[in-house]
């Protein structure tokens, strides 16, 4: 079935400033090491120049979508997750400069959410020079087929205890109680760490694709 637009000038107008926001957003991701080239002018505002200027604009992508599809998984198994909880990932932006490192693999399920992260995620963080120990927030999105759809809660909370982060049972009750009373709760957890699960219809039986963003301080500590 086809999604029906009632009202097609405000349609027009939210689609041109969320592609003009979307593409301002990703001009502010410059490249630790820019490459042959300063930061993007405004005039220089177009789509493949403000990816194109990522040392992996492939995998910056792939990042950025399955962020967008674990925000919005209409089926979330949780809502103490990242699923819906965009605001999660604002409030831990840090106040100063910062590096922004973004990853993406992918594996069989054999051994799990915890071993995709464990043989794959992790030597790719130490690969490109950032432990994911030494983030002040991560976020991931993990990806799965049909199959593995089903067991989406099981697999968000191997996330959470995998990746040390999620909201304890106290946090989650006091994140509640925050919520109620109009107060920001996203900035009450002790432990920036936040994954949810989504499903990727592309994707072969029994394959799953981790993608993160970790927050690390503007300068490597080696």
């Known amino acids: 079935m086809s999604s029906r637009i009632r009202r097609s000038v405000s349609f027009r107008e939210q689609l041109?400033?969320?592609?003009?926001?979307?593409?301002?957003?990703?001009a502010q991701?410059?490249?630790?090491?820019?490459?042959?080239?300063?930061?993007?002018?405004d005039d220089d505002l177009f789509g493949f120049r403000v990816v194109g200027q990522q040392q992996r604009p492939s995998e910056f992508l792939q990042c950025w979508l399955d962020?967008?599809?674990?925000?919005?998984?209409p089926a979330p198994p949780g809502t103490m997750f990242l699923n819906s909880n965009w605001d999660l990932i604002t409030a831990a932006v840090p106040e100063a400069p910062f590096r922004l490192q973004y990853l993406s693999v992918s594996s069989g399920s054999a051994d799990g959410a915890t071993a995709l992260i464990k043989r794959h995620l992790e030597p790719r963080a130490?690969?490109?020079?950032?432990?994911?120990?030494?983030?002040?927030a991560c976020f991931a999105a993990l990806?799965?087929?049909?199959?593995?759809?089903?067991?989406?809660?099981s697999l968000n909370k191997e996330l959470q205890g995998t990746l040390g982060g999620g909201f304890t049972v106290d946090e989650a009750l006091v994140a509640i109680s925050e919520v109620a009373h109009g107060r920001d709760a996203a900035r009450r957890a002790e432990r920036q760490a936040h994954a949810g699960v989504t499903l990727d219809r592309q994707l072969s039986a029994g394959v799953m694709r981790i993608?993160?963003?970790?927050?690390?301080?503007?300068?490597?500590t080696h």
């Open 126 to 136: 130490l690969e490109l020079g950032c432990p994911i120990s030494e983030a002040v």
């Open 29 to 41: 991701c410059e490249p630790a090491a820019p490459i042959g080239s300063a930061p993007l002018e």
């Open 143 to 153: 990806c799965v087929g049909e199959e593995l759809y089903e067991r989406r809660m």
């Open 67 to 73: 962020m967008v599809r674990v925000i919005f998984e």
């Open 211 to 220: 993608s993160a963003w970790l927050f690390l301080h503007q300068h490597p």
């Open 16 to 26: 041109e400033l969320s592609m003009c926001a979307m593409t301002r957003l990703f």
